[in-house]
């Protein structure tokens, strides 16, 4: 299996925008604290959420990715069970999500990008003092990150087993750990 160095490197060979890097971190922070919650195998499951969108930039349309990533993971050594998991959190591939972690990073993948939006408008610019109540807020407000799939991440946590709230609050906790990294440390560092 891929080292996490390795997997970083990987990731930084094929993305030049930090702000997809810093998502892949924050997916991946997620997805380590749920293995932990979970007793699963943390390092399978934090590569997974690393490596989920390694080809976006390259292959940035729904038809490409990750469909068109998964010959270059393999290539790269990458664990069958990592590509497997990483072609399901695509809904165009075909691929269903069986296991629990498949429908962990399906879960976890865009309600990060949204966590991280609302603690970026927030005067703290920091996860450290952001309550899931916060993004609730937001959530209500359509005009606020339009573009997110509010009915897709509902959907995600009830595959995944968690009620949405409590999910957004396990995926704060999770953010938190690596918020200096994720820019969202705020004025405290």
């Known amino acids: 299996m891929l080292t996490r160095e390795e997997a970083l490197s990987f990731v930084r060979q094929y993305v030049k925008n930090e702000g997809l890097v810093r998502h892949m ?6 997805m380590r604290f749920y293995a932990e919650k979970y007793g699963q195998d943390v390092e399978l499951w934090g590569l997974t959420g690393l490596l989920h969108d390694f080809d976006w930039e390259i292959h940035p349309t729904v038809e490409e ?6 010959p270059l993971l393999r290539d790269r050594g990458v664990d069958e069970v990592i590509v497997r ?6 809904d165009n ?3 269903s ?13 865009e309600i990060t ?3 991280s939006a609302v603690a970026l408008v927030r005067p703290s610019r920091s996860l450290h003092d952001l309550e899931a109540s916060s993004v609730r807020k937001k959530w209500k407000d359509k005009a606020f990150a339009a573009g997110t799939d509010r009915a897709g991440m509902e959907s995600a946590a009830a595959e995944f087993g968690v009620e949405l709230w409590e999910h957004t609050a396990n995926v704060i906790l999770a953010m938190r750990r690596i918020a200096p990294e994720l820019g969202l440390a705020g004025n405290g560092g």
């Open 25 to 30: 971190l924050g997916v991946e922070a997620a």
């Open 65 to 70: 990715h990750p469909s068109l990533g998964a």
């Open 85 to 90: 998991a990483i072609l399901s959190h695509g």
């Open 93 to 95: 591939t075909g691929v």
């Open 97 to 109: 999500r069986d296991s629990l972690m498949e429908k962990a990073l399906n879960a976890c993948d």
């Open 113 to 115: 990008g949204l966590i």
